[in-house]
């Protein structure tokens, strides 16, 4: 922190000498240490600080640069030590500017009257038409903006909330900007209303206004040539580049936003990636991922999803404007040239291929494929459970998590199946006996919410259900009963109970957060009744939610057992549990087999045809091999064969642990 001091009559002097000059210079205040012959050709009105200037840059092709002010008009600033500041277009206004910051060739600078910098700008995703609003801050996290955009059936909750938000935009207003140490902004157009974080670069920007670059050291920020953004949060770890343009949106942690992508009143969280194409009114939960021209992302929310190229959607049927909305569950993927009519709700990991205007409803369906044939819908169910492209999705998130900040906003569970996604697979079995029992086993089409399902689809759909339900309860027995020496069934018994009372009951996935939905109901009605006095506080909450995972994943499943064994956990048996571990070996071992087919067939004669263009058959499987790789020393492939031998030899070693217990 500098020590200021008053200009001596010979530094003014010297500043006049250097081509500077002030209306009033018993308004500047400099470091003890200060050297007036660093500031040259400048003007200086209002109150001013200066602090030393010491430094010398580095710059690109080895170009040395003093630190120091050169070509610029300053107006009630504060210039931290060893800063940069040279050939300003027209003014710098109203800003604080920290240590080590570098300013170049930058046309105007400037803070206009009281601003919040993007705070508290009202954002309308979902719903075009409105009614959804989210007021933007600084620490809005996923999981909040999840519950103000759906909860609308919860007033209060929604009005405290928004009252939350507006007293902390209320706070960090100010008729001051700032701008923190080691940024460095060149080439730079309009920059209006703006608070610029520590350690971000701003590259050839041309117009910013109202808004926040939440950068730090640890996850800096980056802006890069040709962006407009307005009435904007970028949260840290982001970079927006190439032209992208962005309109009352909110960027969260680690972001990647580019290549003239456009976006407007969108909400992105954590990891998404937006190139080329557009998004508007969208929720787009953590790691949405959109990279292709004629891509349009309209009044939907999504999460974990890719969406291909001309994937586009419609919320306007011409009657009462765009006011329809679909919601898209984590994990979905929509193909090239794919289209949905809004409303529509797609069930999570699902695949949807061509064009579906029927208003499809498959939430209770998860892990299938939604495909149109003479311009219906037809559902698979189940069919994306023995896609290799599943598992590598959600063995891909967690290794594509880009964020460097150590205070991370979204609370993010990668599970491929949790309470959320056996719940409905639970619900989707169900159905699917239900159609059968209604309908005939015979019958060779059934009919659910606007789709269609072959009779084959629908037994291989029970079939692969019933596989992945015995799936996750086998991993949750064993995970519990690891690395523990049982002498007798009671000690196993006492294991198996669930260490609280929260987890029963329906899970939601809020925007990444996977979590008990009574406990997200309790957390809104504490809300509601003032238990929490802000947004970070709650973002604490939901961080301990996060936390306790597994412990109410526990809760769960023992619920869900007492069903599988038809009798409560007191009274199971070492035979229960054996004959459980037995048939978590073959669904696990089954699954992986069919994984490992499907695996196999992008290594199939016909996925040659376009290699060794030239030459033999001996050639194409020549280069095939060499672009590839051999199928059987493919990494996943060798995953997927380590995964059988490791998950059955975990069940052996249960069952060999377990077996003589009386």
């Known amino acids: 922190m500098n020590k200021y001091r008053k200009l001596t009559s010979d530094e003014i002097e010297t500043l006049k000498h250097q081509c500077c000059s002030s209306d009033d210079w018993s308004k500047i205040e400099v470091a003890e240490n200060f050297n007036p012959l660093r500031i040259r050709r400048t003007i200086m009105t209002g109150n001013i600080k200066l602090g030393v200037f010491e430094k010398r840059y580095t710059l690109d092709g080895n170009v040395p640069r003093y630190s120091g002010i050169t070509d610029a008009v300053l107006h009630n600033c504060t210039i931290g030590n060893n800063v940069y500041i ?49 007021p933007i801050c600084d620490t809005l996290s996923a999981h909040v903006a999840y519950m103000m955009t759906l909860y609308r059936h919860r007033p209060v909750f929604i009005k405290k909330l928004g009252d939350m938000i507006k007293e ?18 060149r080439n730079c157009k309009v920059i209006k209303n703006v608070k610029i974080g520590d350690y971000a670069t701003l590259e050839g920007c041309s117009e910013l206004i109202n808004g926040s670059l939440n950068s730090n050291e640890t996850a800096p920020i980056h802006f890069g040539i040709g962006v407009i953004a307005h009435d904007f949060i970028v949260s840290s770890g982001t970079d927006i580049s190439e032209g992208a343009v962005i309109d009352k949106c909110f960027v969260g942690q680690a972001c990647q936003i580019g290549k003239q992508y456009s976006a407007t009143d969108t909400l992105f ?70 289209y949905i009519l809004w409303p529509a709700k797609i069930g999570a990991f699902t695949l949807v291929m061509g064009r579906h205007t029927d208003h499809s409803d498959t939430t209770n369906l998860p ?35 880009r964020r460097k900040d150590p205070h991370k906003l979204d609370q993010i569970n990668f599970n491929l199946l949790s309470p959320y996604t056996i719940e409905k697979m639970m619900k989707g079995l169900n159905i699917l006996k239900s159609l059968e029992l209604i309908t005939g086993e015979t019958c060779e089409m059934y009919y659910y919410h606007s789709t ?18 015995t799936k996750f309860l086998g991993n949750s027995v064993i995970k519990r009963l690891e690395n523990t020496k049982f002498k007798t069934i009671e000690e196993i018994r006492q294991r198996l109970q669930p260490d609280t009372l929260d987890g029963v009951g329906d899970w939601i996935d809020v925007a990444g957060l996977i979590a008990p939905k009574a406990v997200i109901e309790k957390l809104m009605s504490d809300i509601e009744n003032g238990e929490y006095k802000s947004i970070e506080e709650i973002n604490e909450k939901l961080a301990k939610i996060h936390k306790e995972y597994y412990t109410m994943e526990w809760t769960w499943a023992v619920k869900k057992l007492n ?100």
């Open 86 to 134: 040279g050939k300003i277009g027209d003014y710098i206004a109203n800003y604080n500017i920290g240590d080590d910051s570098y300013i170049d060739n930058v046309d105007f600078l400037c803070v206009d009257g009281k601003s919040s910098f993007g705070n508290g700008v009202e954002v309308a995703p979902l719903n075009e038409g409105g009614g959804r609003e989210v």
């Open 168 to 185: 902390y935009s209320n706070n960090v207003a100010s008729e001051r900007g700032s701008i923190g140490k080691n940024v460095v902004i």
């Open 269 to 338: 969280f954590c990891n998404c990636q937006g190139f080329h194409g557009e998004a508007a009114s969208v929720f787009a939960g953590p790691f949405t991922v959109t990279h292709h021209k004629s891509s349009l992302l309209i009044a939907g929310m999504f999460s974990f999803s890719n969406a291909g190229s001309g994937s586009n959607q419609s919320n306007h049927m011409y009657k009462l404007g765009p006011i329809h909305q679909g919601i898209v569950e984590r994990g979905s993927k929509t193909t090239s040239d794919s």
């Open 367 to 401: 892990f299938s494929y939604l495909i149109e044939k003479d311009n219906e819908s037809i559902l698979v169910p189940a069919a994306n459970l023995r896609s290799v492209g599943t598992i590598r999705d959600a063995q891909k998130w967690p290794k594509r998590d």
């Open 452 to 469: 269609k399902i072959k009779n084959s689809s629908l037994h291989n759909g029970i079939n692969l259900y019933n596989m992945g339900i």
């Open 563 to 662: 069903e599988y064994f038809n009798k409560s956990i007191e009274n199971v048996t070492i035979e229960d549990v054996i004959n459980l571990v037995m048939n978590w070996k073959d669904a696990v071992v089954g699954l992986d087999k069919i994984l490992y087919e499907d695996a196999k067939k992008e290594f199939a004669l016909k996925i040659r045809t376009s290699f060794g263009v030239d030459g033999s058959e001996e050639e194409k499987d020549k280069d095939f091999e060499n672009v590839r790789g051999d199928f059987h020393k493919n990494p996943f492939v060798l995953e997927v064969l380590n995964h059988i031998k490791v998950k059955s030899e975990l069940g052996d070693e249960l069952i060999n642990r377990i077996k003589d217990i009386k």
